[in-house]
């Protein structure tokens, strides 16, 4: 079965450290896509990155980077030099294919960041 | 980019009423649409999924005849949330569930709905 694990339901830390968010999958699925979001206390979800299960290179993006490492089936996310800005809730998300209907997403329970000045 | 919008972005209903929430595609047209629901601090669980001309498909465990769903165009997909009560109470969330490799899975904005 599909299942995405977010084993950190939160974290706290202060300002300007660095903090790596876990996420864990399961798939029975040989394509597949993973997807990290952000959710401020608004509550509309904000896309960070997509990565499909073909590419392994890691990616940065200013102080965001990720991790997937295929073999232990991870998806991890570090903020460098974190900021007050960054407290949010985390979402790491799969992809499921519903054939026809297209493809919906799976997510772990997020991680709740919590950055102090 | 694509855009999905919701209308209401909150709503406060009284238990027993019925509660409609719509989600469009403003600059595409979406044969499928995804529902889905997060209880406060929990994660986004997938409810149903839309499709335009046909009967929706629910996830088990979710009620049909609680949660009606209208996908009556290819822009405009309706959540209906029946005889609500106070365990209904809920952040809905709708997205267009195209494929990944071209999109970024376009959510709309949420409705939080509140039963009292």
């Known amino acids: 079965a599909q299942k995405v694990t977010q084993a950190q339901t939160e974290i706290s830390v202060v300002e300007k450290e660095d903090v790596t968010l876990d996420c864990v999958y399961e798939t029975r699925d040989t394509t597949y896509y993973l997807f990290w979001y952000k959710q401020p206390p608004s509550g509309e979800l904000v896309f960070l990155i997509r990565?499909?299960?073909?590419?392994?290179q890691n990616e940065i993006s200013g102080r965001y980077s990720w991790n997937f490492q295929k073999s232990t089936s991870s998806f991890n996310f570090t903020i460098t030099a974190s900021q007050v800005v960054d407290s949010a809730v985390y979402f790491c998300a799969l992809s499921e294919a519903r054939g026809q209907a297209g493809t919906a997403l799976i997510f772990g329970k997020g991680t709740t960041l919590s950055v102090s000045s | 980019g694509a855009v999905v919008s919701q209308h209401p972005s909150w709503v406060i209903c009284k238990s027993g009423t019925s509660v409609k929430i719509e989600c469009r595609s403003l600059d595409f047209q979406a044969t499928t649409m995804f529902w889905y629901r997060q209880f406060p601090k929990q994660s986004l669980m997938l409810m149903a999924t839309s499709n335009e001309g046909s009967k929706a498909t629910y996830e088990q465990g979710v009620e049909k005849d609680k949660f009606l769903i209208n996908h009556a165009s290819l822009t405009l997909s309706t959540l209906t949330v029946t005889s609500a009560h106070p365990e209904d109470s809920s952040f809905y969330i709708c997205?267009?569930?195209?494929?990944?490799?071209?999109?970024?899975?376009?959510f709309g904005p949420g409705t939080r709905l509140t039963v009292l």
């Open positions: 997205s267009w569930g195209g494929h990944p490799s071209r999109d970024t899975q376009y």
């Open positions: 990565r499909n299960s073909f590419d392994e």
